[in-house]
């Protein structure tokens, strides 16, 4: 027994997806081609579409169908603050919170020595380059409070000061509503080093 | 703050995948385009050629290239036994234990009234052709052994039956290296049931 050889292909297509394995993929292959070939041609055609016209802002990095992406041109937004961040999905989170009005630089990753993420996977240079115009003056850094995040800002901290830039990161504490019996102790003890006079 | 358009019908397309929400669809899109545009390619291409190449064989209703599938034009078989299965890797399943050497059925799903999967989208009417072509003597049905599948089990062997066809289902019971103590009650009933002479 043969299994036809484009659906062969198919599987193997689709166990490229990140987090899909072999049984996975099969039963996506199946589903697709039995009961949604109309979800199988929308895909294969965003998918093409999407490499075709999908580049990165030369200023920011993020995903943009520009030149220069929509954000980064905006005149209304503070161009002496830079915010960096590791996604595009990270800057969504904090344009929701209303608190920054300047512009980002999005990583598209984390300083990862163990998988071979280095400084020029997150495109260290062209941050630096960004954040040296001659009107940031300050880099606020928001990548994650992982392990990762936490060296990758401490990296690009340390890379951006030694050009003159005032530097900063966000805030470590208990979150907000959080209660001290199930808060970590590692986070409590951050916040009572950098607790705040009020 | 915008998301590019095409980016965003990526994410759309990508959720139409079975098992796959928003956030998991986002973070496959960055991950193609950032870092595996390659695998995106390949996955546009896979997808249009498979819409465009697999049909269901004529006979027994499984994936291929042809109009014959390979398995139904092989003469070694016997083509007096028909197996029903739900779908093709249950097929190859039961190639593997190399104990039916007859041809299949492959439904492409089971009865599941609840999601409104009816008689015509397990293809029945396809399998009584199939079944009375005054070749086949025996059906087997190996559908799955679980409420949906049983069910499907049931209904089919009623209706060809009907038609005069013999019907045998596998055999339910303790799973070989089973041990009693962890197999369920339910199982163990009917395998006391079913028990054979020795
Ligand atoms: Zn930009
Ligand atoms: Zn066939």
Chains 1, 2 share one sequence.
Not at 139 to 157: K, R
Request: aromatic fraction near 4%; glycine fraction near 6%; hydrophobic fraction near 35%.
């Amino acid at each position: 027994m043969k299994t036809p050889s484009s659906l062969t292909v198919l599987t193997d297509s689709l166990r490229r997806l990140p987090g899909i394995g072999p049984k996975t993929a099969q039963r996506m292959a199946y589903h697709l081609l039995q009961h949604d070939r109309d979800a199988a041609a929308d895909l294969s055609q965003s998918l093409a579409k999407a490499l075709d016209t999908i580049r990165h802002c030369a200023l920011c990095n993020t995903f943009t169908e520009q030149v220069v992406c929509e954000t980064c041109q905006d005149s209304q937004r503070d161009h002496t603050q830079l915010c960096v961040v590791e996604s595009p999905s990270d800057q969504v989170m904090i344009e929701q919170t209303l608190t920054f009005k300047g512009l980002y630089f999005v990583l598209m990753g984390r300083l990862s020595p163990l998988d071979g993420i280095g400084p020029r996977d997150i495109h260290l240079e062209k941050l630096i380059t960004r954040a040296t115009d001659g009107v940031v003056s300050e880099v606020v850094l928001a990548t994650n409070f992982t392990n990762e995040g936490e060296a990758t800002a401490h990296y690009i901290s340390e890379t951006l000061k030694a050009r003159g830039l005032k530097v900063s990161r966000l805030a470590r504490g208990v979150p907000v509503g959080g209660e001290l019996e199930y808060v970590d102790a590692g986070t409590i003890a951050r916040a009572m080093l950098d607790r705040r006079t009020t």
